[in-house]
Every structure is written in C-alpha cells, then in structure tokens.
C-alpha cells in the first residue's frame, strides 16, 4: 500500500518537499581543484546535508578524522569522541542548533532564530563554491538560491584530504 502526500502529516509533507536538498558544483577556486575532489567532497556534503534535513546526523562521526577531531564553531574544537556524545545528547550542541527551535530560542534568549535545518530548507538548493588552499583541503561557500539571507546561519565547511580520504574538518 502506497502513501500519498496528501495522507501525510503536515511536518513530514515539508520534508518531503524540501528533502533531499539539492547540490550544484559552482565555482573551483585555486590551482588545485580537480573534478574527482569536487565530486568526492560533493558526495560527503550530500550525505550530510541529507541527515541534516532529515533531522539526525548519523554519518557525522565517519567524517570526522579520529586525531584531528571537527571545529564547530569559532569557539570550539571537539574530539570525534566529543562528538559522538555530542549527537547522542538531547540537549547538546547538534540538538540546539541543528534541529530543535525552541531550545535554540531558550539558548539565545530571542525568538527569530533558525536552526541549521530550517536554513538549508530554505535554501530551495545550493550552489557550492570551492576554494582549495593546497591539494588536500577545501573551504567551501554554500550560497543559497532562495532565502539568501538564512546562509548567515552557517559557517563555511572545511574538507581536508587525510590518508586518502576526504573528511571534514569544520562543521558548517
């Protein structure tokens, strides 16, 4: 038996319409860039931006490098262990302000803000510009085709190549 849109509960209709957030290559910045780094980096980013709509971040851990642990803000740098507590907390960081509203207002004491999740589904897609500092690790510039003005709410990416692999380094 099949279930139509129209059978849905309003919230799992959003995401239905706003999932998976579409990707598109911009512009590669730099001398190093190469289309099989771009492509790769894309594909992580895919991974993560759909967990994020999603409402979990389930893949998370297995971008993150064990040594070099994941930068989350201006402020912090964790541990992957770090993180791995972090996702599971109802209350923690990821919880706040990636996906629940009203503990990001209660942080911040001021309505109005948006969770990372409600930002990228704004977006109605993102072109992702590259910016390669060296072979092994790209900043990325997410720019937003609608709602421009949430991309405030994020932080540039940050992807290093280590031991072959591409992982994140900061958190967007």
Not at 78 to 88: F, G, L, P, S, Y
């Amino acid at each position: 038996m099949s279930v139509s849109n129209k059978d849905l509960p309003i919230n799992e209709k959003i995401t239905l319409a706003t999932c998976p957030i579409s990707l598109e290559l911009g512009k590669v910045y730099g001398n190093y860039g190469k289309k099989v780094d771009t492509d790769a980096i894309l594909s992580q980013l895919r991974l993560l931006l759909d967990d994020i709509c999603l409402g979990n971040l389930d893949h998370l851990p297995a971008m993150v490098f064990g040594e070099l642990g994941l930068f989350i803000d201006a402020k912090g740098h964790w541990t992957k262990e770090e993180v791995i507590r972090d996702i599971a907390s109802k209350d923690g960081y990821f919880s706040t302000y990636f996906f629940n509203q009203d503990l990001l207002d209660q942080k911040k004491t001021s309505q109005g803000n948006l969770t990372i999740q409600t930002a990228l589904r704004s977006s109605n897609g993102i072109l992702v510009d590259f910016f390669f500092d060296s072979s092994s690790e790209s900043e990325l510039q997410l720019k937003f085709k609608e709602n421009q003005a949430n991309a405030r709410y994020l932080i540039n990416p940050v992807f290093a190549k280590i031991e072959g692999k591409w992982m994140l380094l900061r958190m967007l």
